[in-house]
């Protein structure tokens, strides 16, 4: 159980272009998911988090302008890359978490080039 | 502030046993996770330590000292597809997740 897919797992876009990924929770509600970006040999960086029916809560330094995340569903929620610019190209993951659970699931990431 | 330490990197050889220490200061403390991340993939659960003590799981297994705001992951019978970052990372008092920056492990033959 608890699986967390996202969509697409690769994506090459030309700059100025938007990009949207999905990150689903499969078999279980999650009232909470994160976003996360991950450049090459760095940590997990959280960019924000979404509460099902809430606006997300973005990190600081995180242009929620140009990241929107929409979580309109306990099993739904959606990163927009707007106006995507070459140094926006990098790993970015999905988790979700269940109300009545602390773990995060992760989803298997989506790569994103900016070309 | 809120802060993780882990070693950056670390060798071991297939077959030997290796230990990655991870201190921790954060606000609260609701536990702490140890995840796996392969090159290119996202970070995969090992395990979740919340009381004080050794959890045993398989190769793995993964210690807390909440008093000296310290955990080690301890991997055994160390086998080449273990080489992948380690991850720590503890739920502070409002339930979020703070990351170390990772120790990448490599294994060698």
């Known amino acids: 159980g608890a699986v967390v897919s996202q969509h697409p797992s690769r994506v090459i876009c030309k700059s100025g272009t938007s990009v949207k990924i999905e990150c689903r929770s499969l078999?279980?509600?999650?009232?909470?998911m994160f976003w996360y970006r991950q450049f090459p040999k760095q940590s997990l960086m959280l960019m924000a988090t979404?509460?099902?029916?809430?606006?997300?809560?973005?990190e600081q330094g995180v242009e929620k302008d140009k990241f929107l995340i929409n979580h309109a569903s306990l099993t739904l929620s959606t990163l927009t890359v707007t106006s995507a610019h070459p140094e926006d190209s990098s790993f970015y993951i999905c988790?979700?978490?269940?109300?009545?659970?602390?773990?995060?699931?992760f989803g298997p990431g989506t790569r994103l080039t900016v070309t | 502030g809120q802060n993780i330490d882990q070693p950056t990197e670390m060798t071991a050889t297939e077959g030997a046993i290796v230990q990655i220490n991870c201190t921790y200061q954060?606000?609260?403390?609701?536990?702490l996770f140890w995840y796996q991340q392969h090159a290119g993939e996202a970070p995969t659960f090992l395990s979740y330590?919340?009381l004080d003590g050794l959890e045993e799981k398989g190769r793995f297994s993964s210690f807390l000292s909440r008093s000296k705001g310290y955990s080690y992951l301890l991997l055994k019978e160390l086998q080449m597809k273990d080489s992948a970052s380690y991850l720590c990372?503890?739920?502070?008092?409002?339930?979020?997740?703070?990351w170390g920056a990772g120790t990448k492990l490599i294994i060698k033959p």
């Open positions: 988790s979700a978490r269940e109300d009545s659970d602390y773990e995060q699931y």
């Open positions: 979404s509460n099902e029916g809430s606006k997300a809560t973005y």
């Open positions: 330590n919340v």
């Open positions: 954060t606000s609260g403390f609701n536990g």
């Open positions: 078999d279980f509600q999650a009232t909470t």
């Open positions: 990372a503890v739920l502070d008092s409002n339930y979020q997740l703070i």
